[in-house]
């Protein structure tokens, strides 16, 4: 059964030029781009995106950097597809990923790790209203 993950390439992947190289991954898997878009997030945006963290010490920092430049937004759509893409992004600590993951092959530090994927079919559902609400 077909679903959907929201997917950021995150202000240090686009600031690297690891759009492309992103996007391949994507679609060389066989997921589908259903909506895509480069945008700079305000804060409450970025806040309420990562609101499950909010009590975290990171939290701070955390929206610090995803507001601090433009990232990408995408809708991804496939089998699992929420699965799929955690499996392509690998671990959130780019040093325990393995090599051959977007984390694995191109990050060592935990803030910034290049993308996001959503963890659940729920989360998938709230993130995507936050980015695309009138789409899907
Ligand atoms: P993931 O992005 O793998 O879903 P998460 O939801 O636990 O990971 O955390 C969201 C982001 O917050 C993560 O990609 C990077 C940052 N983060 C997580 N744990 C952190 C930590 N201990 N120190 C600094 N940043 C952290
Ligand atoms: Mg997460």
């Not at 059964?1 to 991954?25: F, H, N, Y």
């Not at 990562?50 to 990171?58: D, M, N, Q, V």
């Not at 610090?64 to 955690?86: D, M, N, W, Y």
């Not at 290049?114 to 980015?131: L, Y």
């Amino acid at each position: 059964m077909s679903e959907r993950t929201l997917v950021l390439i995150k202000p240090d992947g686009v600031r690297r030029g690891l759009v492309g190289d992103v996007i391949g991954r994507i679609e060389r898997k066989g997921l589908k781009i259903v909506a895509m878009e480069l945008r700079t997030l305000d804060a409450d945006t970025a806040k309420a995106h990562y609101a499950e963290h909010a009590e975290r010490a990171f939290f701070g920092e955390l929206v610090e950097f995803i507001t601090s430049a433009p990232l990408v937004a995408l809708v991804v759509e496939g089998p699992r597809a929420v699965e799929a893409f955690r499996a392509l992004a690998g671990l959130t600590d780019p040093v325990k990923s393995a090599p051959g993951t977007i984390r694995g092959d191109h990050a060592l530090e935990i803030g910034e790790n290049v993308v996001h994927g959503s963890d659940s079919t729920d989360s998938s559902a709230r993130e995507i209203k936050i980015f695309f609400p009138d789409r899907f």
